[in-house]
């Protein structure tokens, strides 16, 4: 768990990808694991969007978890990124 900087908030740092959590047997750190993304993916905490011409969807990587999905190979797509310079890394901090 970390601190959002602009808000104060705390916020899971939790990816799919992650593997064990330091200091912890690593059996019971991927049940933990898993229970936190098990709750965090409940329907009422996902957002799946729709697209259609000319949307923009913009997400804050330091409290969010994003997966991209399959799409048609026919269709166009342009995707564009842009990072900020933030305060500092949020990995620095001690939970």
């Known amino acids: 768990m970390r601190r959002h900087p602009g808000s104060g908030r705390k916020c899971l740092y ?3 990808h992650a593997s064990h959590i330091v200091g ?3 059996p ?3 049940l933990l694991l898993r229970d936190l993304s098990d709750f965090a993916t409940q329907p009422q ?3 799946s969007h729709q697209w259609r011409v000319g949307d923009l969807v913009i997400w804050d990587n330091r409290d969010t978890m994003h997966r991209g999905r399959a799409h048609d190979e026919d269709q166009p797509r342009d995707l564009r990124r842009a990072t900020t310079l933030d305060i500092g890394s949020t990995l620095d901090e001690v939970a």
């Open 45 to 47: 905490f996902v957002y």
């Open 14 to 16: 939790l990816s799919a």
């Open 28 to 30: 019971e750190g991927r």
């Open 24 to 26: 912890w047997p690593v």
